[in-house]
Each structure stands twice: as C-alpha cells, then as structure tokens.
C-alpha cells in the first residue's frame, strides 16, 4: 500500500502529495508489539502500508476491550492529533505491521492548507462514529435481552420455589409431635 492509494491521502494534489512524502516516515512493528498506549501524547497520525493492528482500550478496572481492527490503508491516531489530548486508546500491531508515520505538526499544517484533505478526515472520523454508533445499539440489545432471559429464568426460579417452599413448610409442620393425626393425613 502507498501512501497515496490509502482512503485520506488519495485524493491530494500532485504538490499535496509531494509534502506528504517529505514529511512521512516508515516504521516497522512486530506482532505484539504496542504502537502506542493509551495515555500518550498523541505526536503524529499514522496510514497501514501493510499488516494489522488492534484499537483497545480500559472499559474497566483491568479490562481492556477491543473496539477496532484497522489494516493496508487505513489511518489511527488522528483524534489525539487534532485535539491534542492524551491518546484514548492502546494501538498493538496484530501482525508484523509497516506503518507511514506523519508528524502532528507536519499534519496540523496539512490540514490548513488542504480542504479536500480536511474533508476527508471529517468522512473518516463520520464512518468511524456510524461504525462504533453501531456496534454500540448491537451491545445495548443484546445486554437487554440477556437482562430479559435474566429475568424470565428468575421468575421462573421464583415461581418453582414457591411451591417447593410451601410444601417444605407444610411437611416440617406436619412431622412436628404436636401436629394432629389429621394434620398429618392433610399435609401428606
């Protein structure tokens, strides 16, 4: 994968193109290997020339979950470039991975001067949005019906042990030695 056959970068300008290739670097990463981690700064945007990676990130206290595959390409690390704010998530390459690296100034200043360039992230950052929009309904319907099951077996629970519990009751009252012969005969 070029740099200028990946989804943002192919429609840029033969001189748009140009820059990008000046100020863009490869690295290499091995399966396993972290690009970065949640919580760094976010100093540049990267394009997958070839591999794998995963997007994950803390949901909970020890529990990392994984919102995202992104291969040859495709581009992440744009959100803590544009709002300079701590990366939100860990990226790990799945794969051995070669990645186009592109500074955060180099593409701050890319991004002034190019509106076809501006555009195309804004569509990037939309699809991404409708993607995890999504995948997020799917989770909530299928917490509510697992919450529903939960229920109906609970009911069910309730509604079994009910019964169990009165003749329970009803048996320990008539095996008690006070109880009358004919308590005894009505219970059994």
């Not at 919580?39 to 994984?66: H, M």
């Amino acid at each position: 994968m070029t740099l200028e056959s990946t989804k943002l970068f192919c429609n840029l300008a033969p001189d748009e193109l140009k820059t990008l290739h000046q100020v863009a670097q490869e690295q290499s990463f091995s399966a396993g290997q972290d690009i970065f981690k949640e919580g760094d700064s976010g100093e540049g945007v990267y394009a997958v020339k070839e591999g794998l990676v995963q997007i994950t990130a803390l949901v909970g206290p020890g529990v990392r979950r994984a919102f995202s595959q992104v291969g040859p390409g495709d581009i992440f690390g744009e959100m803590a470039v544009l709002d300079n704010k701590p990366r939100s998530a860990t990226v790990t390459a799945v794969k051995n991975t070669m990645v186009y690296f592109i500074p955060r100034d180099a593409m701050l200043s890319m991004l002034e001067r190019s509106p076809v360039l501006s555009l195309g992230l804004v569509r990037e950052i939309s699809h991404r949005l409708r993607e995890f929009n999504g995948q997020y309904v799917r989770e909530v319907l299928q917490s509510e019906r697992l919450a529903l099951v939960g229920r109906f077996a609970g009911s069910i629970v309730h509604d079994v042990k009910n019964p169990l519990n009165i003749i329970g009751l009803t048996a320990e009252l008539a095996g008690r030695a006070s109880a009358s012969v004919e308590a005894r005969h009505q219970a059994s």
